[in-house]
């Protein structure tokens, strides 16, 4: 349809108006805003700084801190932290979105979106592609810095790839949480605010850092019903062993029902404000 | 010239509303507006701050869903058929709607993408509306380092890639120094000579007045007036003759002189200011003439028309927004 009425103003006959875009409208609008969204990272590149540095400093740090008092030494406690650390900082990573949106959706360039005749979820869309770059980017920074530490996963490159699919999906499906709290959230520092509260928690309750025999009852039972656990133990027993455990099914039963439950919420929310 | 508007349901007829009503809590923004607005004209919706411009050009353009009563553009609904709306108009807000951290030809580059331009289209079309609107040098450089009046530029520009047959500008000029309103004024007045019907909210009434052939007065969510430039000054009264003579002593002279020939009462001011009612403006050259016979010499002379701050005063009854009291002189006219 668009493409039919740039012609018209190059005065070529169009066919008719319609009030709908479809599929292929809605996925090439989406793959414009995802553009926009690289775009905006190559311009402001201390955007990334947080999700870049976090995995590069935390490995280095509780990889040093922890190393011996857990696994006796740093080269043992490798294979527990890596996976840790990858899903934590992936989960930070994927709370960005719904500042991002928000931040978005308040300034005049918001207004004109809407005034376009575009898909109205592509907005929503890109961003959330554009993202995936950043999970990649958190992906490969934590297995570098691991590799350099002394880190040699036991099933090799492929192992590395397949859980760094895994572990990109499951934040993709994740963020839908966060992007809700950014549509529904009225300023950028309260979804700030309130990603930071669900955020602490599931990640750091969780066997991240520290085997959970160690911890008491209460927090034991958390961490252990915690998706997070689940993922962590799952790309551990991945990359470490070869195996695709209960742990895999589990995650991505729960990525997937997070993604069913607040993609229609989130998709449902955003059409009414935008 | 638009092809386009053979396709909508009625191509004469650019915007029409019926009864429109905007609630935001208990404060009533637009309180049931009615609008025609022909095809090809530029239309003014004139009002104070908070008089429910923004958010009337909010429901035409689709941003916002009216509480009651309907807006067509030519012939579409605004609420049931949105998305062919938003393919007959453009937008441009009263805060520039563009990418702050995005330089202006990537601004451009994708509002083009998005209306479904080919990659090198949207390059070309990039090129070509930075040169027309004289961004070409500053393409590059992020908006932060952008003046008001290239940021404006810029937003008018994103709102005619795709050629609009409606182009709704909200404040085009607030903020914006003399020059640059002067420049923006003919950009407005070369859209129209390209067919596009435009829409333009304004708070200057000597905005209106320059660009508009027809005005709507909004206040308090209500139309209060419209009709032709002319025909608002005309409703506040007709113009009148003002004349200073060199000899104040004349002054009584004078005044039986026009009122012979005007055959209306003059009136002299304290600072010696005759004033007399001028119905037809042929009388003028009786009266300078009669004065001239008099030897009776003169050290001012005028004939005012109503400016619109007293269309606008005599219309609600109240001043206009207290920041266009403090600018009188740059937006009263004196013709």
């Not at chain 1, 775009?39 to 700084?49: A, G, H, N, S, Y």
């Not at chain 1, 592609?129 to 099933?155: C, H, K, S, V």
């Not at chain 2, 507006?33 to 008089?51: E, M, S």
């Not at chain 2, 209500?222 to 060199?246: F, H, R, W, Y």
Request: aromatic letters at 6%.
């Amino acid at each position: 349809m668009n493409r039919y009425y740039m012609n018209n103003a190059n005065n070529i006959a169009i066919s008719a108006l319609t009030n709908r875009n479809g599929i292929k409208q809605t996925i090439r609008h989406s793959l414009t805003m995802a553009y926009r969204g690289l775009l905006k990272v190559r311009r402001t590149p201390e955007q990334l700084i947080d999700v870049t540095l976090q995995p590069i400093l935390f490995t280095m740090m509780f990889g040093y801190l922890f190393g011996g008092a857990i696994s006796g030494n740093v080269h043992n406690y490798l294979p527990l932290i890596i996976p840790g650390i990858l899903v934590q900082s992936i989960v930070t990573g994927a709370i960005t979105i719904g500042v991002q949106l928000r931040e978005d959706m308040e300034k005049g360039v918001f207004d004109r979106f809407k005034s376009l005749p575009i898909s109205r979820i592509a907005p929503l869309a890109g961003a959330l592609l554009a993202d995936t770059i950043r999970y990649a980017l958190i992906t490969i920074l934590t297995f570098t810095t691991g590799y350099i530490m002394g880190y040699r996963p036991e099933t090799g490159i492929m192992g590395i790839l397949g859980v760094s699919l895994l572990v990109i999906a499951f934040a993709w499906c994740i963020s839908w949480i966060f992007a809700l709290a950014g549509v529904v959230g009225r300023s950028a520092a309260g979804v700030q605010g309130i990603s930071m509260m669900i955020l602490f928690p599931l990640t750091f309750l969780s066997n991240a850092y520290v085997p959970v025999e160690t911890l008491p009852t209460a927090l034991k039972w958390f961490a252990k019903v915690n998706p997070v656990s689940h993922l962590i133990t799952a790309i551990r027993e991945i990359i470490n062993h070869g195996v695709i455990s209960q742990d895999f099914w589990l995650s991505v039963i729960g990525a997937i029902t997070v993604l069913f439950i607040f993609a229609p919420l989130t998709v449902r929310a955003y059409k009414r404000r935008a | 010239m638009h092809q386009i508007l053979s396709l909508t349901k009625n191509p004469l007829l650019a915007v029409e509303v019926c009864g429109l009503v905007k609630h935001f809590g208990d404060n009533c923004a637009v309180d049931g507006i009615d609008l025609k607005i022909p095809t090809g004209c530029i239309y003014g919706v004139l009002g104070p701050n908070g008089a429910g411009k923004t958010t009337a050009i909010r429901m035409l353009a689709t941003l916002t869903k009216p509480d009651k009563g309907y807006a067509k553009i030519f012939g579409h609904d605004v609420d049931k058929e949105g998305h062919i709306v938003r393919q007959l108009i453009g937008l441009t807000g009263q805060y520039a709607s563009v990418d702050e951290k995005l330089s202006a030809s990537e601004n451009l580059f994708i509002f083009s993408r998005l209306l479904g331009l080919s990659r090198s289209d949207a390059r070309k079309k990039t090129a070509e509306l930075l040169e027309e609107f004289g961004l070409t040098e500053a393409a590059k450089r992020p908006l932060s380092k952008f003046s008001g009046g290239m940021r404006r530029r810029l937003d008018l520009a994103a709102s005619l890639i795709s050629k609009p047959p409606l182009i709704f500008l909200d404040e085009p000029t607030t903020g914006l120094d003399p020059r640059t309103r002067i420049q923006m004024w003919n950009t407005i007045r070369n859209l129209v000579s390209d067919g596009s019907t435009v829409v333009l909210t304004t708070q200057y009434l000597d905005e209106a007045d320059q660009l508009a052939d027809h005005i709507a007065v909004i206040d308090r969510g209500k139309v209060i007036a419209d009709g032709t430039p002319s025909q608002l000054k005309a409703s506040v009264g007709a113009a009148s003759l003002e004349l200073k003579l060199n000899d104040k002593t004349r002054d009584q002279e004078a005044k039986q002189i026009i009122q012979s020939l005007l055959l209306v009462e003059g009136h002299i001011s304290g600072e010696g200011v005759i004033t007399a009612p001028l119905a037809d403006p042929e009388l003028i050259t009786d009266v300078l003439l009669a004065l001239r016979n008099n030897n009776i010499q003169l050290a001012e002379v005028s004939v005012k028309t109503p400016t619109l701050d007293e269309v606008f005063l005599a219309i609600t009854g109240h001043e206009a927004a207290k920041n266009e009291i403090e600018n009188k002189d740059t937006v009263s006219i004196s013709n």
